[in-house]
T-cell receptor, first 115, second 111 residues
Framework: DTGVSQDPRHKITKRGQNVTFRCDPI?????LYWYRQTLGQGPEFLTY????????KSRLLSDRFSAERPKGSFSTLEIQRTEQGDSAMYLC?????????????FGPGTRLTVL | DQQVKQNSPSLSVQEGRISILNCDYT??????FLWYKKYPAEGPTFLIS?????DKNEDGRFTVFLNKSAKHLSLHIVPSQPGDSAVYFC??????????FGGGTRLMVKP
């Protein structure tokens, strides 16, 4: 399977704990995006990388959220001191860079439940 | 401020008929538009896209129409099949590559 993969698929945690999610993009894609989707809404953009450079992070929801892509391949999204309002589906997508218009291909998501 | 809106939360269509899903946007800086389909417990799957220099793009049973003056796009599915039943999201992109999504329309195709 050469699609976008995410791990874990489901995460249940207690309020106040830290969680980290991983995303592996399509191998030839150098752009990687993180989105969050809550029930009944469309995905909401959080941040994106071109190779290892994080080019947009102003949409991260608070300073408890951070993302990395240290070697320009996989990426991690960390949420510190989780709150019940963080419960959502976290989606990763990847796309080719260097073209004017490019489709983003999504992984299956990580569903986070904060108790 | 919702920049991309899908005003119909659901749509029911008979198998074999046409499904028309609508989307409106407010940001004139958007220049690339996409439709995604989503099944429960899966990520969105890319369906079809259109750039702002075109007004129509067709791929098999799927056609997307763009009316820039009205800031409106639509997705036509002909003929509709039961396997098309899913939630459909329109999305728009401008400078910066981030996608702005609408709230989705649940399509139900009845056999």
């Amino acid at each position: 399977d050469t699609g976008v993969s995410q791990d874990p698929r489901h995460k249940i945690t207690k309020r106040g704990q830290n969680v980290t999610f991983r995303c592996d993009p399509i191998s030839e894609h150098n752009r990687l995006y993180w989105y969050r989707q809550t029930l009944g809404q469309g995905p909401e953009f959080l941040t994106y990388f071109q190779n290892e450079a994080q080019l947009e992070k102003s949409r991260l929801l608070s300073d408890r959220f951070s993302a990395e892509r240290p070697k320009g391949s996989f990426s991690t999204l960390e949420i510190q001191r989780t709150e019940q309002g963080d419960s959502a589906m976290y989606l990763c997508a990847s796309s080719l860079g260097g073209v004017l218009y490019n489709e983003q291909f999504f992984g299956p998501g990580t569903r986070l439940t904060v108790l | 401020d919702q920049q991309v809106k899908q005003n119909s939360p659901s749509l029911s269509v008979q198998e074999g008929r046409i499904s028309i899903l609508n989307c409106d946007y407010t940001n004139s800086m958007f220049d690339y538009f996409l439709w995604y389909k989503k099944y429960p417990a899966e990520g969105p799957t890319f369906l079809i896209s259109i750039s702002s220099i075109k007004d129509k793009n067709e791929d098999g049973r799927f056609t997307v129409f763009l009316n820039k003056s009205a800031k409106h796009l639509s997705l036509h599915i002909v003929p509709s099949q039961p396997g098309d039943s899913a939630v459909y999201f329109c999305a728009a992109s401008g400078a910066g590559n981030m996608l702005t999504f609408g709230g989705g329309t649940r399509l139900m195709v009845k056999p």
